[in-house]
């Protein structure tokens, strides 16, 4: 009998049942397509030597290089601002409001010490250093053990104490000695983006008056970040706070902090209270959108206001005849969501439209147009630029891209994405600003990470080929990735609410935020961290394909895998059903383990329908999948 081929198009498609998919591929995990061909993705290992990891959930990461040519991932999480530099995290945290008139409390052979502060308002899990410290005398204590890193709130007794693990034991028991002022760390805001309930965040008359509400409509954004560059200088602004600068070419700029005023730049005059901030590249001038009508004054954040600098200048606002500094309103949407840069412009995204912003210079300094309507963004890290086009993820239930004309995205993936139904778990749309997009240049993608349905983290990503123009879907779970660039690979985060954070500058640390890990992407084939070494196990399913439209029962004598290439073992699995109504079952002879020397795999399979499954379950193993050829005939009706 004559062999017969089976061709897949490119991409997934779940846009319809798998019987009505012959010749598609309707499902897979961590799998690409590179010349309309199924891969395994490459794998990924953790970075830095000493395996640290973040405390909270990474939410922004930029890459950037100083003028001496060192090269820095700024990371911001919902616990603080950190470095990756040199294989090493460095905490460059902004800290908040100092509290004077601290004592201490120790007891001998305890690390244990308490903080006495009459109503110092600071919360368990915060963290904190201390400046000005007398050493509580007959502690054993010295001042450089309470000024060396930071500290994690463990405890709070009262409104009054609270306590601390010290790195190393008392060697006396002293009450209310010593002295130190407090500096918190600055607050950026939940870890996961929730609903608030309590009185007034909902309905007036709804549910009992005076007590916590069952629903809400008010949404709590989680803690978040915008970061980006003015040469060597980073600018960070927490989302809906304050603007905060790190200057990379300081003395020892390692051991120096992000602050409102640092020794080469200040932000000081920079508003209190924005969305976000960028620098626009060409022209050199920062942005400040979603911001204050009066700067220093919270009360008047508009999130439709645009407020941006003198050229060159961070910390000139007010516009005069002899700068460019300025500001305008959008019209079309009630917040803004997203910003990025263009190829020659910046592009802004609201919940319900597109502009471009181009400079033009005096005496209007920037042009504003809208570019589009109805296609606005979900999230403020939801949209990427690569390839000359910009790409977003829509509040609309779709993606869409910029091109030099907004257009739809057609997506085969799009039901499985956005659908909460029938047992699909698409887009938790509660926790929508923690979608995070970045490309991957390297092969041509550009991916949104997102959390499904009931979840409230990140778990699930969606991928878009540009090359290609096919779509792909994993459970590939990050909260942040930048693209290559400054580093040759791509870094990401993968945060996990289980774990504490390996970073010893903060003593007594718990997991009470998590921990959130820094990996290098398209290293190998396999998933290493502190843990060991394990598989990624890949995946592709085709649809259903028959003989005779189905009319016909096939019987399946044997078949010939194919691979462009195939290290280690494949296996593949065929499911058989008569009705596309069916409960598919695994042929009674698979799943078929292939090798570089597998020709061919003798099975007995017969049904109307038929699909296919490759993966891999062992570590060391990667594939391309090319064509499938078996040896199947007609073999009846009934």
């Not at 309707?26 to 830095?48: C, S």
């Not at 250093?129 to 890193?149: C, E, K, R, W």
């Not at 096919?470 to 990401?492: C, H, I, M």
């Not at 961290?529 to 592709?540: E, R």
Request: hydrophobic share 35%; proline share 4%; charged share 15%.
């Amino acid at each position: 009998m004559a062999l017969k081929k089976v061709d897949f198009a490119a991409g997934f498609n779940k846009q319809s049942v798998p019987s009505a998919l012959p010749g598609q591929w309707v499902d897979g995990d961590f799998v690409r397509f590179r010349y309309t061909a199924p891969e395994k993705i490459g794998g990924w290992e953790q970075l830095t030597v000493a395996n640290e990891t973040l405390p909270g959930a990474a939410r922004a990461q930029l890459a950037f290089t100083s003028l001496k040519g060192e090269r820095y991932t700024a990371i911001g999480t919902s616990q603080g601002l950190f470095l990756y530099y040199g294989e090493a995290f460095y905490d460059i945290t902004p800290l908040d409001t100092a509290i004077a008139g601290a004592t201490f409390d120790t007891n001998a052979s305890s690390t244990s010490v308490t903080v006495n502060k009459t109503s110092h308002n600071l919360e368990l899990g915060r963290y904190i250093t201390f400046t000005s410290v007398t050493a509580p005398p007959g502690s054993g204590y010295a001042i450089s053990d309470f000024t060396t890193g930071a500290f994690e709130i463990v405890q709070v007794n009262s409104a009054n104490s609270f306590n601390i693990v010290m790195r190393t034991n008392a060697t006396g028991n002293t009450t209310a000695v010593g002295a130190a002022t407090i500096n918190p760390y600055i607050e950026i805001g939940p870890t996961f983006q929730t609903k608030g309930y309590g009185w007034g965040t909902y309905l007036w008359g709804d549910s009992t008056w005076g007590t916590e509400r069952a629903t809400s409509n008010v949404t709590l954004d989680p803690g978040n970040w915008s970061l980006d560059n003015f040469g060597e200088v980073l600018v960070a602004t927490i989302f809906n706070g304050k603007t905060f600068t790190w200057n990379a070419g300081a003395t020892n700029p390692r051991t120096v902090r992000a602050s409102t005023s640092t020794s080469s730049f200040s932000t000081s005059a920079n508003p209190t209270a924005s969305r976000f901030t960028l620098v626009s590249d060409r022209d050199r001038h920062l942005f400040h959108f979603g911001t204050e009508t009066t700067i220093g004054d919270a009360s008047t954040q508009d999130p439709m206001f645009v407020r941006f600098s003198n050229q060159e200048n961070l910390n000139e606002y007010l516009p005069t005849s002899t700068n460019t500094a300025g500001t305008f309103r959008l019209d079309t949407g009630n917040e803004i969501r997203a910003v990025l840069q263009g190829k020659d412009y910046v592009f802004v995204l609201t919940d319900l439209a597109a502009y471009v912003i181009q400079f033009v210079g005096p005496p209007f300094t920037f042009s504003v147009r809208q570019v589009g309507t109805n296609c606005g963004c979900i999230g403020q890290h939801a949209a990427s630029y690569v390839n000359g086009a910009i790409y977003w993820m829509s509040n609309e239930g779709g993606f869409f891209m910029y091109d030099g004309t907004v257009k739809a995205l057609p997506c085969l993936v799009e039901d499985f994405v956005f659908t909460v139904q029938n047992g699909n778990l698409g887009l938790n749309a509660n926790s929508a600003n923690t979608v995070y997009s970045s490309p991957n240049s390297l092969y041509t993608e550009v991916n949104w990470f997102y959390p499904k349905a009931g979840s409230d983290q990140i778990d699930r990503c969606v991928t878009y080929n540009y090359q290609e123009n096919v779509w792909t879907t994993s459970s590939l779970a990050r909260t942040t990735y930048q693209d290559q660039g400054v580093f040759e690979k791509p870094y990401a985060t993968e945060y996990t609410t289980t774990s504490t954070p390996v970073f010893s500058p903060i003593s007594g640390i718990t997991n009470t935020y998590g921990a959130s890990i820094y990996y290098a992407h398209e290293v190998g084939t396999d998933q290493v961290n502190s843990s060991g070494t394990t598989s990624i196990d890949a995946f592709i399913r085709s649809g259903d394909f028959d003989i005779d439209d189905g009319e016909l029962f096939m019987s399946m004598k044997r078949f010939m895998p194919d691979y462009k290439f195939l290290v280690g073992n494949s296996k593949v699995t065929l499911f058989i059903s008569d009705y596309p109504s069916d409960s598919q079952t695994s042929s009674s002879l698979g799943p078929f383990t292939i090798t570089k020397t597998t020709d061919k795999v003798d099975t007995r399979a017969r049904g109307r329908l038929l699909s296919l499954k490759i993966e891999n379950d062992a570590a060391g193993e990667t594939w391309r999948y090319g064509s499938f050829r078996m040896d199947a005939q007609p073999d009846g009706r009934r």
